[in-house]
């Protein structure tokens, strides 16, 4: 069973930085793409980045340039480093992984998705 774990969450004044991680466990054998979403209270889950197992990688527009995803070399572990965060970044973030590796969208009711608990983000002004 895959099961994933975000940590790194916390609270930060707007322009600092935070670094999310993401630790996939259980028995994976097929490529795999990684997101990151986000969902504000009272707001639907957004999209904020994705990549897949080739390194592709895909923003929302509303990051682009703050916000950088990776993964480690066994594709275990996966990252989100947000830097120049503003107060509309306040939300609680989930990792997704795509078991089709994909680059595009995940919807929670994704069949061949997984995803972790979420992790709380707070940027104050």
């Known amino acids: 069973q895959v099961q994933l774990a975000e940590s790194g969450g916390g609270g930060v004044q707007a322009g600092g930085s935070l670094r999310l991680a993401c630790v996939v466990s259980?028995?994976?054998?097929?490529?795999?793409?990684m997101g990151w979403y986000r969902q504000a209270p009272g707001e639907q889950r957004e999209l904020v980045a994705t990549?897949?197992?080739?390194?592709?990688?895909n923003y929302a527009d509303s990051v682009k340039g703050r916000f950088t995803i990776s993964r480690d070399n066994a594709k275990t572990t996966g990252y989100l480093q947000m830097n120049s965060l503003k107060p509309e970044d306040t939300a609680v973030y989930y990792c997704?992984?795509?078991?089709?590796?994909?680059?595009?969208?995940?919807?929670?009711?994704?069949?061949?998705?997984?995803w972790g608990q979420g992790t709380q983000v707070t940027v104050s002004s």
């Open positions: 259980g028995n994976i054998r097929s490529l795999t793409a």
């Open positions: 997704c992984l795509d078991l089709l590796n994909r680059s595009q969208r995940i919807y929670l009711n994704d069949p061949f998705a997984r």
């Open positions: 990549i897949t197992d080739g390194g592709n990688t």
